[in-house]
T-cell receptor, first 112, second 119 residues
Framework: DQQVKQNSPSLSVQEGRISILNCDYTNSMFDYFLWYKKYPAEGPTFLIS?????DKNEDGRFTVFLNKSAKHLSLHIVPSQPGDSAVYFCAASARGNTPLVFGKGTRLSVIA | DARVTQTPRDKVTEMGQEVTMRCQPILGHNTVFWYRQTMMQGLELLAY????????DSGMPKDRFSAEMPDATLATLKIQPSEPRDSAVYFCASGSNSGTGIRLDYGYTFGSGTRLTVV
């Protein structure tokens, strides 16, 4: 059973608009959440993270929102750029002492 | 710029052959992970080590897969015998755990992966 779920395999957005990628989790022990970005033929690279003591973390064009009661997080990219086209993975951990559990990823295409 | 180095980059082999994938973690990182990416499962954990000791290998088929860390600069993942269903991209990642948990404010660092094709 998938503990981290990304229910949208793909998303297409116009350049300059907002991209919203969603992630749900089932394990209530998870208290740290990360987003990774992956280009073809490369390994995933860390993008942004959030601890369960926060509900929002912002880094430039990227903002992650956490709704603990709904066990849901989302990644907002504003404004979206063609270079953001990649696969985005949501991941979670319990107190940093357990390996990251990843979702299946969402492929974002930003159209110029 | 510190990197996790994986070799080979691509491997095509015949069913039944032994395959060895290698990983050089970032110097100073004491935790090493092996993940596999498939279309169906996404990124799934196969095994991981802390201070070279295996902590969990429940994600990999024990009868054919083995993971080791002969020293702090090398982690290996072997498949013997290989099967077509093993075809996937295998990633190594490393991180630093001081004993109170991995520094997750910057995540693990992943290598570029080994793309394995078993025919």
């Amino acid at each position: 059973d998938q503990q981290v779920k990304q229910n949208s395999p793909s998303l297409s957005v116009q350049e300059g608009r907002i991209s919203i990628l969603n992630c749900d989790y089932t394990n209530s022990m998870f208290d740290y959440f990360l987003w990774y970005k992956k280009y073809p033929a490369e390994g995933p690279t860390f993008l942004i993270s959030i601890s369960s003591i926060k509900d929002k973390n912002e880094d430039g064009r990227f903002t992650v929102f956490l709704n603990k009661s709904a066990k849901h997080l989302s990644l907002h990219i504003v404004p979206s750029q063609p270079g953001d086209s990649a696969v985005y993975f949501c991941a979670a951990s319990a107190r940093g002492n357990t390996p990251l559990v990843f979702g299946k990823g969402t492929r974002l295409s930003v159209i110029a | 710029d510190a990197r996790v180095t994986q070799t080979p980059r691509d491997k095509v082999t015949e069913m039944g052959q032994e395959v060895t994938m290698r990983c050089q973690p970032i110097l100073g990182h004491n935790t090493v992970f092996w993940y596999r990416q498939t279309m169906m499962q996404g990124l799934e954990l196969l095994a991981y080590f802390r201070n070279r000791a295996p902590l969990d290998d429940s994600g990999m088929p024990k009868d054919r897969f083995s993971a080791e860390m002969p020293d702090a600069t090398l982690a290996t993942l072997k498949i013997q015998p290989s099967e077509p269903r093993d075809s996937a991209v295998y990633f190594c990642a490393s991180g630093s755990n001081s004993g109170t948990g991995i520094r997750l404010d910057y995540g693990y660092t992943f290598g570029s992966g080994t793309r394995l094709t078993v025919v």
